[in-house]
C-alpha cells in the first residue's frame, strides 16, 4: 500500500507514480549488465596476484587471491601446501598474507592481513543460470590480473559438492581468481586442477567461501594429519611418511590426501611399483580429477608399461575430448609405441586446444629430432624461448636441439644468455658440462657437473654418469668407476649406469669384476645387443674366447650394425683356429662396412693364410 506524503515543497506527486517509482527501486534490474570494461574495472582491485615464497625468501609460485572481507582473502589450498610465506600483490602496496583457515575436501583456504582493505567482493546468492555471461578475473600465467568472457555451461557435481563449469578461457595462475557475473558480482573461486580441457573449467560456488572457518573445524584431526605427512614430505623422511601414510590408508582407505602421499613416499624410497599402485588408488578415489589421471599415465610411461599406458590414454581422452591435456598425454603413449605421425597429430590437436601448452611444442620437437629434423626442433625451442625470455625450460630445450645438430658452439653461446636467475642453477651447471663434453674439454665438463651436485641437482645420478663419461675420456677409469659407482648408488632402478660401470670395469683393467654385471644385465634384459656387446667383449678380454663367442654371435643377431662386434668375431674365431668362421664374419663386415672390413682383413684373416682379400 502507497502512503501520501507531503512533498518538501508543499506539492506531492501523484500516489501511483510513487508507487511505480519504489517498485523501481526495490526490484533487480535482471536485464541490465555491465560491459566488459566496466566489470574489470569493478573487479579488479579486488583481485591479487598470491605470490608464494619459500624458507629463503625466493619466490616459488604466482597464483591468485580474490577479496571477500576486508581483511580477508580466499584463495585455493593446493597450490599453497609448500609455502613458507604469503603475500598479496597487485594492490595499493605489497601486502604478508597468513592462511587462517582451510577447507581442504573443497581446496579452499581463507587468508587474512592486517590492514583493512575496502570494495571487498558481494556475493550473489543462489544458483547460476546455465548459459548466462561470465567473467573470469585472475593472475592468468603470473602476467597480472586480466578478464576473459564466457558462459555458465553446467553445474557439475563432485564429492565436494556441486562446482561451475564456465568457458571464460583460464591458465595456470588463475586458481584462486574470480568468476563474477554481468553485474560484477562474485559467482565462485576459479579452481585450476578441475580443469578438464580448453574451456572447460571450474570454479567453486562463492558461498563456500563463508564456510571455510566452520568445516576447517570439523577437519581439525584430517588436517593435522595433514600436516604432519606435508611436513615429512618436505623434509624427505620417506620412510617415516611411508608409515604415517600406511596408518592413514589403514583407516581411510579411500582418503586420496593419505594415497598421495604414499605416492610421493613410494617415489623416495624408490619403489616403483608402491608409486603405481598409490597413483592407481588416488585414481579409482577421483576419475573426476584429470590431473591425477594425467599423473597416473605418467608413471605408466615412465614405468615402460607402454600398452598400459596407452589404453589408460585412450580412456581418459574418452572422456575428456576437449582436454589439451588428454591429447598430450595420448601423444606420449603414442610416441612410447613407436607411433610417431599419429603421436605428432596428438600433439597438434592438444595445440589447438592450448596454444601455451610448452610441453606439446617439446614433444613435436623431439619428434622432429628423432627424424632428424634439427632445423624444426631448434626452430620451435627458438620461439619459445622468446615466447618465455625468463623461462630456462626453452632454453634448454634449445640446447639440446643444438647439440642434436651437432652445432655444440651455438649450444656454448645459448647457455651464455640463459636468464640471469637460472645462469647460477644446477639445471645450468649440468648442461654446461654435457656442452663441454661435446666441445672435447672433459676436465672443464668434471667441473661443471660437480658444481650442478654441489648446487643439489635432482638428477643426480646423470652428473656424476657425466664424470664418469669424461673421466674415461681422459682415459682415468679408476675415478671413472667411482663415479659410475655413484651415479648407480644414486639411481639403482637405471640399467644404464650398470651397463656403463661395467664398460669402465672392463676397460680400466678389472674385467672379473665386470663379468658379473655384464652377466646379469644379459639375464634381465635378454633383448639388448648391447649388453651381450659387454658380456662378449668382457670375456674376451679375459682370454676366454670360446665362452666369447655366444655371447658375441647373439649381439650381431639382434643388431648387425655394431661394426667392432664383427671385428671382435673374427679375432675370437681366429684365435680358436676357426678360420673359415673368421672369414664368414669378414665378409658380413665388407657388405656392411668396406673400409672396416678391409683394416680388419689385414689384422685377422692375412697373417693366418697369407691371402689378400
Given at each position: 500500500?502507497c502512503?501520501?506524503?507531503?512533498?518538501?515543497?508543499?506539492?506531492?506527486?501523484?500516489?501511483?507514480?510513487?508507487?511505480?517509482?519504489?517498485?523501481?527501486?526495490?526490484?533487480?534490474?535482471?536485464?541490465?549488465?555491465?560491459?566488459?570494461?566496466?566489470?574489470?574495472?569493478?573487479?579488479?582491485?579486488?583481485?591479487?596476484?598470491l605470490?608464494l615464497?619459500?624458507?629463503?625468501?625466493?619466490t616459488?609460485?604466482?597464483y591468485?587471491?580474490?577479496?571477500?572481507?576486508?581483511?580477508?582473502?580466499?584463495?585455493v589450498?593446493?597450490?599453497?601446501?609448500?609455502?613458507?610465506?604469503l603475500?598479496?600483490?597487485?594492490?595499493?602496496?605489497?601486502?604478508?598474507?597468513?592462511?587462517?583457515a582451510?577447507?581442504?575436501?573443497?581446496?579452499?583456504?581463507?587468508?587474512?592481513?592486517?590492514?583493512?582493505?575496502?570494495?571487498?567482493?558481494?556475493?550473489?546468492?543462489?544458483?547460476?543460470?546455465?548459459?548466462?555471461?561470465?567473467?573470469?578475473?585472475?593472475?592468468?600465467?603470473?602476467?597480472?590480473?586480466?578478464?576473459?568472457?564466457?558462459?555458465v555451461?553446467?553445474?557439475?557435481r563432485?564429492?565436494?559438492?556441486?562446482?561451475?563449469?564456465?568457458?571464460?578461457?583460464?591458465?595456470?595462475?588463475?586458481?584462486?581468481?574470480?568468476?563474477?557475473?554481468a553485474?560484477?558480482?562474485?559467482?565462485?573461486?576459479?579452481?585450476?586442477?578441475q580443469r578438464?580441457?580448453?574451456?572447460?573449467?571450474f570454479?567453486?560456488?562463492?558461498a563456500?567461501?563463508?564456510?571455510i572457518?566452520?568445516?576447517?573445524?570439523?577437519?581439525?584431526?584430517?588436517?593435522?594429519?595433514?600436516?604432519?605427512?606435508?611436513?615429512?614430505?618436505?623434509?624427505?623422511?620417506?620412510?617415516?611418511?611411508?608409515?604415517?601414510?600406511?596408518?592413514?590408508?589403514?583407516?581411510?582407505?579411500?582418503?586420496?590426501?593419505?594415497?598421495?602421499?604414499?605416492?610421493?613416499?613410494?617415489?623416495?624410497?624408490?619403489?616403483?611399483?608402491?608409486?603405481?599402485?598409490?597413483?592407481k588408488?588416488?585414481y579409482?578415489?577421483?576419475?573426476?580429477?584429470?590431473?591425477?589421471g594425467?599423473?597416473?599415465?605418467?608413471?605408466?610411461?615412465?614405468?615402460?608399461?607402454?600398452?598400459?599406458?596407452?589404453a589408460?590414454?585412450?580412456?581418459?581422452?574418452?572422456?575428456?575430448?576437449?582436454s589439451?591435456?588428454?591429447?598430450?598425454?595420448?601423444?606420449?603413449?603414442?610416441?612410447?609405441?613407436?607411433?610417431?605421425?599419429?603421436?605428432?597429430?596428438?600433439?597438434?590437436?592438444?595445440?589447438?586446444?592450448?596454444?601455451?601448452?610448452?610441453?606439446?611444442?617439446?614433444?613435436?620437437?623431439?619428434l622432429?629430432q628423432?627424424?632428424?629434423?634439427?632445423?624444426?626442433?631448434i626452430?620451435?625451442?627458438?620461439r619459445?624461448?622468446?615466447?618465455?625470455?625468463d623461462?630456462?625450460?626453452?632454453?634448454?630445450?634449445?640446447?639440446?636441439?643444438y647439440?642434436?645438430?651437432?652445432?655444440a658452439?651455438k649450444?656454448?653461446?645459448?647457455?651464455d644468455?640463459?636468464?640471469?636467475?637460472?645462469?647460477?642453477?644446477?639445471?645450468?651447471?649440468?648442461?654446461?658440462?654435457v656442452?663441454?663434453?661435446?666441445l672435447?674439454?672433459?676436465?672443464?665438463?668434471?667441473q661443471?657437473?660437480?658444481?650442478?651436485?654441489?648446487?643439489?641437482?635432482?638428477?643426480?645420478?646423470?652428473?656424476?654418469?657425466?664424470?664418469?663419461?669424461?673421466?674415461?675420456?681422459m682415459?682415468r677409469?679408476?675415478?671413472?668407476?667411482?663415479?659410475?659407482?655413484?651415479?648407480?648408488?644414486?639411481?639403482?632402478?637405471?640399467?644404464?649406469?650398470?651397463?656403463?660401470?661395467?664398460?669402465?670395469l672392463?676397460?680400466?683393467g678389472?674385467?672379473?669384476?665386470?663379468?658379473?654385471?655384464a652377466?646379469?644385465?644379459?639375464e634381465k634384459?635378454?633383448?639388448?645387443?648391447?649388453?651381450?656387446?659387454?658380456?662378449?667383449?668382457?670375456?674376451a678380454?679375459?682370454?676366454?674366447?670360446?665362452?666369447a663367442?655366444?655371447?658375441?654371435?647373439?649381439?650381431?643377431?639382434?643388431?648387425?650394425?655394431?661394426?667392432?662386434?664383427?671385428?671382435?668375431?673374427?679375432?675370437?674365431?681366429q684365435?680358436?683356429?676357426?678360420?673359415?668362421?673368421?672369414?664368414?664374419?669378414?665378409?658380413?663386415?665388407?657388405?656392411?662396412?668396406?673400409?672396416a672390413?678391409a683394416?680388419?682383413?689385414?689384422?685377422?684373416?692375412?697373417?693366418?693364410?697369407?691371402?689378400t682379400?
Amino acid at each position: 500500500m502507497c502512503i501520501h506524503k507531503p512533498h518538501r515543497h508543499g506539492r506531492s506527486l501523484p500516489a501511483w507514480l510513487r508507487c511505480v517509482g519504489y517498485a523501481l527501486l526495490i526490484q533487480p534490474l535482471t536485464g541490465w549488465s555491465l560491459s566488459p570494461q566496466e566489470v574489470f574495472t569493478s573487479a579488479a582491485p579486488r583481485v591479487a596476484a598470491l605470490e608464494l615464497r619459500d624458507a629463503a625468501g625466493k619466490t616459488i609460485g604466482i597464483y591468485s587471491a580474490t577479496q571477500i572481507g576486508a581483511k580477508h582473502f580466499v584463495a585455493v589450498c593446493d597450490v599453497m601446501e609448500q609455502a613458507h610465506s604469503l603475500q598479496l600483490n597487485g594492490l595499493s602496496a605489497p601486502i604478508p598474507a597468513r592462511i587462517s583457515a582451510r577447507d581442504r575436501e573443497r581446496n579452499l583456504c581463507l587468508l587474512d592481513v592486517d590492514a583493512a582493505l575496502s570494495s571487498a567482493f558481494s556475493v550473489t546468492a543462489g544458483t547460476p543460470t546455465i548459459g548466462s555471461k561470465v567473467f573470469a578475473v585472475s593472475n592468468a600465467l603470473g602476467l597480472g590480473v586480466g578478464i576473459s568472457e564466457g558462459i555458465v555451461s553446467g553445474l557439475r557435481r563432485f564429492p565436494a559438492g556441486n562446482y561451475i563449469q564456465f568457458t571464460s578461457p583460464i591458465s595456470p595462475g588463475s586458481e584462486g581468481g574470480a568468476l563474477v557475473d554481468a553485474q560484477g558480482q562474485l559467482l565462485g573461486i576459479i579452481d585450476y586442477r578441475q580443469r578438464n580441457g580448453q574451456n572447460v573449467n571450474f570454479a567453486s560456488p562463492a558461498a563456500w567461501a563463508g564456510e571455510i572457518e566452520a568445516r576447517a573445524g570439523e577437519q581439525t584431526a584430517q588436517l593435522q594429519r595433514f600436516d604432519a605427512a606435508n611436513a615429512l614430505l618436505q623434509q624427505e623422511k620417506w620412510a617415516e611418511l611411508e608409515a604415517l601414510s600406511l596408518n592413514w590408508r589403514n583407516s581411510q582407505p579411500d582418503n586420496a590426501d593419505a594415497w598421495r602421499f604414499a605416492a610421493s613416499a613410494a617415489w623416495g624410497l624408490k619403489n616403483p611399483n608402491s608409486e603405481l599402485n598409490a597413483w592407481k588408488q588416488r585414481y579409482r578415489i577421483s576419475p573426476d580429477v584429470l590431473t591425477i589421471g594425467i599423473r597416473l599415465g605418467e608413471v605408466l610411461l615412465a614405468q615402460g608399461l607402454t600398452k598400459e599406458a596407452l589404453a589408460h590414454a585412450q580412456q581418459l581422452l574418452a572422456s575428456h575430448q576437449e582436454s589439451a591435456q588428454a591429447h598430450w598425454l595420448m601423444a606420449r603413449a603414442q610416441r612410447a609405441s613407436g607411433s610417431n605421425l599419429a603421436a605428432e597429430a596428438s600433439y597438434q590437436q592438444a595445440l589447438t586446444l592450448d596454444p601455451w601448452l610448452t610441453s606439446a611444442y617439446q614433444g613435436l620437437a623431439e619428434l622432429a629430432q628423432a627424424r632428424g629434423d634439427t632445423a624444426t626442433a631448434i626452430g620451435i625451442w627458438t620461439r619459445l624461448s622468446g615466447l618465455y625470455p625468463d623461462a630456462l625450460q626453452p632454453r634448454i630445450g634449445l640446447i639440446q636441439a643444438y647439440l642434436a645438430g651437432n652445432q655444440a658452439a651455438k649450444a656454448y653461446s645459448t647457455l651464455d644468455k640463459l636468464p640471469e636467475a637460472s645462469r647460477n642453477t644446477a639445471t645450468a651447471w649440468y648442461w654446461r658440462g654435457v656442452v663441454l663434453m661435446r666441445l672435447d674439454c672433459p676436465e672443464a665438463a668434471v667441473q661443471a657437473y660437480r658444481s650442478s651436485l654441489e648446487l643439489q641437482f635432482d638428477n643426480a645420478d646423470w652428473a656424476w654418469a657425466g664424470i664418469g663419461e669424461a673421466m674415461a675420456e681422459m682415459k682415468r677409469y679408476p675415478e671413472a668407476i667411482r663415479a659410475m659407482e655413484s651415479a648407480r648408488q644414486a639411481n639403482p632402478a637405471n640399467d644404464t649406469w650398470q651397463y656403463q660401470l661395467g664398460v669402465y670395469l672392463k676397460d680400466g683393467g678389472r674385467a672379473d669384476e665386470a663379468l658379473p654385471i655384464a652377466v646379469a644385465l644379459t639375464e634381465k634384459v635378454p633383448g639388448s645387443s648391447w649388453y651381450w656387446r659387454l658380456r662378449g667383449r668382457t670375456l674376451a678380454r679375459l682370454n676366454r674366447p670360446l665362452e666369447a663367442l655366444p655371447p658375441i654371435e647373439r649381439s650381431l643377431q639382434l643388431n648387425p650394425q655394431h661394426i667392432s662386434q664383427w671385428e671382435l668375431l673374427e679375432h675370437m674365431n681366429q684365435s680358436l683356429g676357426r678360420h673359415q668362421p673368421a672369414r664368414d664374419a669378414y665378409q658380413k663386415l665388407r657388405a656392411l662396412n668396406a673400409t672396416a672390413a678391409a683394416s680388419s682383413y689385414r689384422a685377422f684373416i692375412l697373417p693366418f693364410d697369407g691371402e689378400t682379400p
